[in-house]
């Protein structure tokens, strides 16, 4: 049964707020492992340090056997509820094509779509109980998706496992938020040993995003 934690990162006291227009609902959607939760909390702490009311839920299906996992993060200056209906979020970060496909439906029509180019296989595909849906990308790409080889550019940069980080670079061309606080979340929640490497996959899928 899908287990839902919600958290309040509230707003950082003293700092000057960035302007947003109302409130911005992202969601992040993936299987499990693919780090779509460490992706939320940058992006929550970049908006928390902003001076923004921040509030995250997620949500954990079956992840450690590869299951749908979704972080919903809502940003503004007051964040009401953690509603995310269908046609309400202003950007979808998909880590998976599929999981983008059934995803769709939850993006405004002038929102932004950022996916990455990996499809992962399902154990209920695997066992021939269900078939993969045809011709993903490209019914991605005929709705104004920016597919990106994440995983492509995380291993150029020598961090495989930072995949994450790259989609996080993407969906930071979308929001009103410096670079400088963007790379000063990485460097404070990732692993020591890791920070250049993720920097460079942050910068990466900025790049990617932007064309």
């Given at each position: 049964?899908?287990?839902?934690?919600?958290?309040?990162?509230?707003?950082?006291?003293?700092?000057?707020?960035?302007?947003?227009?109302?409130?911005k609902?992202?969601?992040?959607?993936?299987?499990?492992?693919?780090?779509?939760?460490?992706?939320?909390?940058?992006l929550?702490?970049?908006?928390?340090?902003?001076?923004?009311d921040?509030?995250?839920?997620?949500?954990?299906?079956?992840?450690?056997?590869?299951?749908?996992?979704?972080t919903?993060?809502?940003?503004?200056?007051?964040?009401?509820?953690?509603?995310?209906?269908?046609?309400?979020?202003?950007?979808?970060?998909?880590?998976?094509?599929?999981?983008?496909?059934?995803?769709?439906?939850?993006?405004?029509?002038?929102?932004?779509?950022?996916?990455?180019?990996?499809?992962?296989?399902p154990?209920?595909?695997?066992?021939?109980?269900?078939?993969?849906?045809?011709?993903?990308?490209?019914?991605?790409?005929?709705?104004?998706?920016?597919?990106?080889?994440?995983?492509?550019?995380?291993?150029?940069?020598?961090?495989?496992?930072?995949?994450?980080?790259?989609?996080?670079?993407?969906?930071?061309?979308?929001?009103?938020?410096?670079?400088?606080?963007?790379?000063?979340?990485?460097?404070?929640?990732?692993?020591?040993?890791?920070?250049?490497?993720?920097?460079?996959?942050?910068?990466?899928?900025?790049?990617a995003?932007?064309?």
């Amino acid at each position: 049964m899908p287990h839902d934690t919600s958290t309040n990162y509230g707003v950082a006291a003293g700092d000057e707020k960035v302007q947003l227009d109302g409130t911005k609902t992202i969601l992040l959607v993936g299987v499990g492992g693919q780090g779509t939760i460490l992706a939320g909390q940058l992006l929550a702490m970049v908006a928390a340090d902003a001076g923004l009311d921040v509030k995250v839920s997620e949500v954990h299906g079956m992840s450690q056997r590869g299951g749908s996992v979704s972080t919903i993060v809502r940003v503004g200056e007051k964040v009401e509820s953690m509603v995310a209906d269908p046609g309400c979020a202003d950007i979808v970060v998909a880590f998976e094509l599929v999981e983008a496909l059934r995803a769709q439906h939850f993006l405004r029509e002038d929102g932004s779509l950022f996916v990455n180019d990996e499809q992962i296989t399902p154990v209920p595909v695997n066992i021939g109980a269900f078939r993969m849906p045809d011709n993903v990308s490209g019914r991605l790409a005929a709705i104004g998706a920016s597919i990106i080889d994440a995983g492509g550019i995380a291993r150029a940069v020598g961090s495989p496992r930072s995949t994450n980080v790259v989609l996080v670079g993407a969906l930071s061309t979308a929001l009103p938020f410096g670079v400088a606080e963007w790379e000063d979340a990485i460097r404070r929640r990732v692993p020591p040993k890791t920070v250049e490497a993720n920097l460079q996959a942050f910068a990466r899928g900025r790049e990617a995003a932007q064309g």
